[in-house]
């Protein structure tokens, strides 16, 4: 790594270490590409310990993207923050969190590289054993996360904090463009929203994703989980608030902030 990349990720490892948020202007021109914020992501999990040093492909991932045309992006989540709905995080950190409503996928079956480089949109779903609902707590390192670019938020495992999965149902075609979530935080208004996945499809990025985390010549193994990207953007929330998501059809899943 560069050294200014090597600064950042020491950077990114104290905060976590000391409860701590960073400011970002400092570290504006530490990044050039999304290359050079993968491996500063791999050099926090490496220092942090979260997957061991046997050169696995983590087993949870986050993935997605704002549309079909933008650059998708990936994190690899720490396990400690995994957790089964329902499910809460008393003992964990946040900074300012807030809550996106998923749906999760998991592998049925090993994808070695080749495999993964010759998936398109129409034939990986084939691949994806089981479903179910998820939530991801987003929290960032960064002060002012609004303000903070694109490269020092995918760094940062792209701002995730802890992620909660319902219960796996069989993964089965499912009409997304009227699909309804229906998402509560606390006291405020349940958030509905009907068909709002932003790749209409969340398998659609299974064959970016799939090539992304098999780059280094690693199989990903049946049992991998990828949730796919937020149906209501992100909702606010605060600590001790219980949350609730629920997808018609599919399930829901709780957690106490």
């Not at 202007?25 to 590409?33: C, F, G, K, R, V």
């Not at 969340?202 to 199989?219: K, M, N």
């Amino acid at each position: 790594m560069t050294t200014s990349m090597t600064a950042l990720a020491d950077a990114l490892i104290a905060a976590r270490r000391n409860n701590r948020t960073l400011d970002a202007a400092p570290w504006t021109d530490a990044l050039q590409d999304a290359t050079q914020a993968y491996e500063v992501q791999d050099a926090v999990a490496a220092a942090l310990g979260w997957f061991g040093d046997d050169g696995a492909v983590p087993r949870h991932w986050k993935s997605g993207g704002g549309s079909r045309s933008a650059t998708l992006t990936h994190a690899p989540l720490p396990p400690a923050g995994v957790r089964q709905g329902p499910a809460e995080f008393s003992d964990l950190a946040f900074h300012t969190p807030g809550i996106e409503a998923e749906i999760a996928l998991r592998l049925g079956q090993d994808v070695t590289p080749a495999q993964a480089a010759k998936l398109d949109h129409g034939n990986a779903a084939s691949l994806i054993d089981a479903m179910a609902v998820s939530v991801e707590i987003v929290d960032s390192r960064w002060q002012d996360l609004a303000a903070t670019p694109a490269l020092l938020r995918l760094a940062d495992s792209q701002v995730h904090g802890a992620l909660v999965l319902g219960e796996w149902q069989p993964y089965a075609a499912v009409d997304w463009a009227s699909q309804r979530c229906e998402t509560k935080v606390g006291n405020a208004k349940t958030v509905v929203r009907e068909g709002t996945h932003p790749l209409a499809d969340p398998a659609w990025l299974l064959p970016i994703w799939l090539r992304h985390i098999t780059r280094h010549g690693q199989t990903a193994p049946a049992g991998t989980v990828v949730t796919t990207g937020s149906w209501v953007g992100i909702v606010p929330c605060r600590r001790g608030d219980q949350v609730t998501v629920e997808f018609a059809g599919i399930g829901a899943v709780r957690l106490r902030v």
